[in-house]
């Protein structure tokens, strides 16, 4: 069973996405912040992690500079322009770039694309 760490300090987004995906049959795992997501990180080794990019606390790009060997998907509301994400996308292990609110069936979609491709 494929495993996916879902991080945002959002309750309502972080409980839908596990229901969505757990629907999905992944394991869904959750942590509310960067220093939550790294702390999780010491226990499990997700296949897939849905990384909030505007949270409190620790700064994103901190949280992504620790995380190796894990694809990284970012969860953004924020508008950004096409040279932007291709930037954010550029960085090593970061994979995908999901806008929130997204719809349930492409982000589904994106999950999957990103698990089963083969490459890491």
């Known amino acids: ?44 080794k997700p296949d897939l992690i849905l990384l909030d990019i505007m949270m409190p606390g620790m700064p994103v790009i901190n949280v992504i500079k620790e995380i190796k060997n894990i694809k990284i998907a970012f969860l953004s509301v924020v508008r950004t322009s096409e040279a932007e994400r291709q930037n954010l996308l550029n960085q090593e292990n970061i994979v995908d770039f999901i806008q929130k609110p997204f719809d349930v069936e492409d982000l589904i979609k994106r999950v999957e694309g990103i698990i089963y491709e083969h490459r890491s």
């Not at 309502?12 to 960067?34: M, Q």
């Open 1 to 44: 069973m494929k495993t996916i760490l879902v991080v945002d300090d959002e309750p309502d987004v972080r409980d839908s996405v596990k229901i969505i995906l757990e629907k999905k049959g992944y394991r869904v795992i959750t942590a509310i912040d960067g220093e939550d997501c790294l702390n999780v990180l010491r226990e499990e």
